[in-house]
């Protein structure tokens, strides 16, 4: 299948400070890619939709000027969370789709874990 | 508001039983189903994709759907202590931008 990879896994951050994660898509082209937030024991929360060339779209709730997404090439995205806080910490998981194939699936990273001090 | 619903268990079963993993969505839109399987601290990995009413088989796993009942489900043969892991029900909607909406997650645990 297609491969995903994000990175860093681990980060460690203090309070106040921005963390950037890159997700890149290594064999395929991916004009959209998908960023989740995922807190212990919850489900994945899809934070924004990351196109390539132009604003990402995001869900309600989620804090545009906070959460910068950048889709600069097909296949790379950025995230970055901005002046981040203890209740940023959480698991960030980007994901695209394949361009080969039809089946719809998405293909996540490893997921960045983020700790804000 | 699209939702996918999961029993978040844990569900617990012998080792070489079968396990059922049951997901229920309420948009009678939706088009493509799957199922995800997450190990602690991981991100999800794709086990099966279904869109057409009825089974499909991949190996020791089984994806059941049916439009009707907007019911999936995910059979797993001859478990193994190895698929102790959280799965997660996906589904997707024409219009959508790939984008998938997610259950919670079913824990699975498989007794040796």
């Known amino acids: 299948g297609a491969v995903v990879s994000q990175h860093p896994s681990w980060v460690i951050c203090k309070s106040g400070t921005s963390v950037k994660i890159e997700c890149r898509s290594l064999?395929?082209?991916?004009?959209?890619m998908f960023w989740y937030r995922q807190f212990p024991k919850q489900s994945l929360m899809l934070m924004a939709t990351s196109n390539e060339g132009s604003k990402a779209t995001y869900e309600q709730g989620v804090e545009k000027d906070k959460f910068l997404i950048n889709h600069a090439s097909l296949t790379l995205s950025t995230l970055t969370v901005t002046s981040a806080h203890p209740e940023d910490s959480s698991f960030y998981i980007c994901?695209?789709?394949?361009?080969?194939?039809?089946?719809?699936?998405?293909?996540f990273g490893e997921g960045s874990r983020l700790t804000v001090l | 508001q699209k939702e996918v619903e999961q029993n978040s268990g844990p569900l617990s079963v012998p080792e070489g039983a079968i396990a059922s993993l049951n997901c229920t969505y309420s948009?009678?839109?939706?088009?493509?189903f799957f199922w995800y399987r997450q190990y602690s601290g991981k991100s999800p990995e794709l086990i099966m994709f279904i869109y057409s009413n009825g089974d499909k088989e991949d190996g020791r796993f089984t994806a059941q759907l049916n439009k009707a009942s907007q019911y999936v489900s995910l059979l797993i043969r001859d478990s193994q202590p190895s698929d102790s892991a959280t799965y997660l029900c996906?589904?997707?909607?024409?219009?959508?931008?790939?984008?998938?909406?997610f259950g919670k997650g079913t824990k699975l645990s498989v007794k040796p």
């Open positions: 994901s695209a789709r394949g361009r080969a194939g039809s089946t719809g699936e998405l293909f």
């Open positions: 948009d009678r839109g939706s088009q493509s």
């Open positions: 996906a589904v997707s909607h024409r219009g959508s931008q790939g984008n998938l909406i």
């Open positions: 064999d395929f082209q991916a004009t959209t």
